[in-house]
């Protein structure tokens, strides 16, 4: 007799089949932008922060505009408690970007005694600020220092000496970590302007990676739900 066999062929329906492909396909995706994350070079993610004192109204108080960096006053030793409040304030001329500039206490100039400090709270590679001299009677020069959070001068940048209403942009770039902090300032002279200051944050932000993965996946359901459509119809 010749012995029976027993198969059974497992067909699964489409209602039970197109979750479980879902869910496969989504750790593919999610693995997929953790590697592209790993690989792909940062400055493919940078962004880049602006704080542009024309974009607010007159006395506005900048010191905390943005989360990924404190602005405050400071003197000689960097450190000290801040006098005046940073704020954005208009001026008659020789402003580098529309009419207002950063201002120590209402006061627009920058000098030796009084200087701008920039706290990081993010990843930075570049920071740059607008310098521009304001005297009369002599050039001006401005400068750009990097200390990391132990007060150790990681980089500078001076611009060439400067006549009233000329502007040059300052600028640094490295591996800047939270912690770190610049310093603007008139380093000869007493009336430099300080404007335009922008960093440019390395990392992806969550937020950005996130919307990525989201239009992913919803192709991603819209192709299989028409792909199950398409099989209830066969
Ligand atoms: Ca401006």
Excluded at 23 to 51: N, R
Excluded at 104 to 121: C, I, K, P, Y
Excluded at 143 to 171: H, Q
Excluded at 192 to 200: A, N, R
Aim: aromatic fraction near 8%.
């Amino acid at each position: 007799m010749k012995p029976q066999t027993n198969v059974q062929t497992f067909v699964p329906s489409p209602l039970c089949s197109f979750p479980a492909l879902r869910a496969q396909a989504s750790s593919l995706l999610f693995g997929a932008l953790l590697i592209c994350e790993a690989f792909l070079p940062h400055d493919v993610h940078a962004t880049t922060i602006t704080i542009e004192p024309d974009n607010y109204p007159v006395g506005t108080v900048l010191t905390s505009i943005s989360p990924f960096v404190t602005l405050w006053t400071t003197s000689f030793d960097n450190v000290s408690e801040p006098t005046f409040a940073v704020s954005a304030n208009s001026v008659p001329s020789g402003a580098p970007t529309g009419s207002e500039v950063f201002a120590a206490g209402g006061v627009a100039f920058w000098e030796t005694g009084q200087r701008l400090r920039m706290d990081f709270h993010a990843s930075v590679s570049t920071i740059s600020i607008d310098f521009a001299g304001s005297s009369a009677f002599d050039t001006e020069v401005g400068r750009l220092d990097l200390y990391d959070a132990v007060g150790d001068l990681i980089a500078e940048d001076d611009t060439s000496p400067l006549a009233k209403g000329e502007t040059e942009v300052m600028s640094l770039s490295g591996d800047f970590i939270p912690g770190d902090y610049a310093i603007a300032y008139t380093a000869v002279g007493n009336f430099g302007k300080l404007d335009f200051l922008q960093l440019i944050i390395p990392e992806p932000s969550a937020a950005a990676l996130l919307a990525v993965a989201g239009l992913a996946l919803a192709g991603l359901n819209r192709s299989l739900n028409r792909r199950g459509a398409e099989r209830a119809e066969d």
